[in-house]
């Protein structure tokens, strides 16, 4: 309990300090739960998610950083590794591949590049690994090209 | 008599304060009427003790920076004072005969000799709280400048009271006026909420600094009385914390320990500083380093080395010294195993 609230204090004073570090993620802390975390992540360039800002929701464990924090989408995003409805992600270091070593900017960072390389082969959106691992690259792409443009980029007008 | 015209003008100004509700015209004849009184009784009381009040009024500046010699003096004065005074209060603003009165008890004028003034108008209360004021007064009517630094605002405006006192006592409002000034000025320089209390109660007026005296007793008396046990109990609210820090610290033992001790590097699961202990420390072969309490906490949960998610050996420990040959490392380990059991 003490441990998770002293590292995470320790993780936000260096996310306040390199702020500009990574420009492609913004994490924020809850004004009054620290175990309570929100990030903006960008949506990798030359992908369908290019140009959208996506949010994530940490929920940190009191065990924590021994157990991984539990992270999903709050915005909607067509990918197979992300469930389309709950926003639960599906990634190895989230779960067994933990490592205490993690912190909440490298899983940001873990996400990002799984929106660069989903992986259809153990998929969360059924429809979006089908489409993948058809072979339709093109039918994925402006499925998840379209729900970016919907919900992760700012309407105009 | 210049007293007579000083009292009057101290008495015309009391009572508008007095009546503040009332219009000017019934005001001013009450004035009139309640002057006339007023100065016969004045006159009567001030002509008693008139040499005791010129005496005082002389000495009020030696009492306070020679005060144990003239102690006696002092005390005849102020026996002497005190009736008249009294009198006058009663007949002319009640509140502060109201709180007066108790003063009249022989026991504050005969105990505590020199706080009788300040007991007189602070002090409704028992004889503790009066000689503990008594004390207080007489430091801060020496105006010495030790007592002043240690006692702060307290003293300081125990002195503004002595004032306050001498202006109801003596109804010779200039005077200590006059007195009060540089009196003030000399001790209040440390301490600026004196002169703070001080200077709209000269600038308003002579009346009005009374009852503001009252006023001012009232919201400080709890102070004054509960001073002695007050400052401790500051200074328990000061080494609070402290001791918190303390207790957390035992808590936490690895890591307040770490956080205390200075490293070169920080541990990188819990981020806290590695000890010299920490940092030749090498769990795992991959070289991955970590504090001794993550270690064992890691240990304790599924037992992998955070840096390449191999289980570690159990045996590492006791493996480390091996490889490196020196018996130092292994008992350096071991004795920080104890720490993080401890």
């Known amino acids: 309990m003490q441990a998770s609230r ?18 492609d993620i913004q994490l924020a802390c809850d004004d009054t739960n620290i175990f309570k975390w929100t990030a903006l992540i960008k949506g990798p360039s030359e992908t369908p998610y290019e140009g959208g800002v996506f949010q994530l929701a940490f929920a940190v464990p009191e065990q924590y950083p021994l157990q991984p924090p539990q992270v999903r989408f709050l915005t909607k995003i067509f990918h197979p590794n992300v469930h389309f409805k709950t926003g639960e992600i599906c990634l190895d270091i989230l779960k067994n591949a933990w490592s205490p070593a993690w912190t909440l900017q490298s899983v ?50 | 008599m210049i007293s007579d015209s000083i009292t009057s003008a101290s008495i015309s100004s009391l009572i508008p304060n007095n009546n503040n509700g009332r219009d000017l015209g019934k005001k001013k004849r009450a004035r009139t009427a309640k002057l006339k009184q007023c100065k016969l009784d004045v006159r009567r009381e001030q002509w008693l003790s008139q040499g005791a009040v010129k005496n005082k009024g002389c000495k009020e500046e030696p009492n306070g920076v020679v005060q144990t010699r003239k102690a006696n003096n002092r005390s005849l004065d102020n026996l002497e004072m005190r009736p008249g005074g009294e009198e006058d209060d009663r007949s002319v603003h009640h509140h502060d005969s109201d709180s007066e009165s108790p003063s009249n008890s022989p026991t504050s004028l005969t105990s505590s000799v020199l706080g009788t003034n300040d007991s007189g108008t602070n002090f409704t209360g028992s004889s503790s709280s009066s000689s503990s004021s008594s004390s207080s007064s007489g430091g801060c009517c020496s105006g010495s400048i030790t007592e002043e630094e240690e006692e702060g605002d307290d003293g300081c405006l125990d002195d503004w009271e002595a004032v306050a006192d001498a202006l109801a006592a003596d109804e010779k409002p200039q005077n200590p006026c006059s007195e009060s000034h540089p009196e003030h000025q000399s001790i209040g320089k440390l301490v600026s909420p004196c002169q703070m209390t001080h200077g709209p109660g ?13 006023g001012n007793t009232r919201a400080w008396r709890p102070d004054d009385a509960f001073r002695p046990q007050s400052l401790p109990n500051l200074s328990k609210q000061l080494s609070l914390p402290n001791s918190n820090r303390q207790h957390y610290g035992c808590g936490g033992v690895p890591w307040a320990c770490n956080n205390v001790m200075p490293a070169p590097s920080s541990c990188p699961i819990c981020y806290e500083d590695l000890d010299f202990t920490d940092s030749s420390f090498l769990p795992c072969l991959c070289g991955f380093r970590l504090c001794l309490f993550c270690h064992k906490r890691i240990l304790e949960e599924d037992g992998r080395c955070p840096g390449c998610r191999k289980p570690y050996e159990r045996n590492a420990v006791e493996a480390e010294p091996s490889v490196h040959g020196g018996s130092l490392t292994f008992r350096l380990a071991r004795s920080c195993s104890m720490i993080t059991r401890s």
Do not use: W
């Open chain 1, 6 to 23: 002293a590292r995470l204090f320790k993780e936000y004073k260096e996310v306040q300090r390199e702020k500009v570090a990574d420009p």
């Open chain 1, 108 to 157: 940001c960072r873990a996400i990002i590049a799984l929106m660069a390389h989903p992986e259809p082969d153990s998929p969360l959106n059924c429809d979006s690994g089908n489409l993948l691992r058809s072979g339709d690259i093109r039918g994925f792409h402006s499925m998840a090209r379209m729900y970016t443009r919907l919900a992760a980029m700012p309407k105009k007008g």
């Open chain 2, 202 to 214: 000269l600038g308003i007026g002579i009346s009005k600094q009374v009852p503001r005296a009252s």
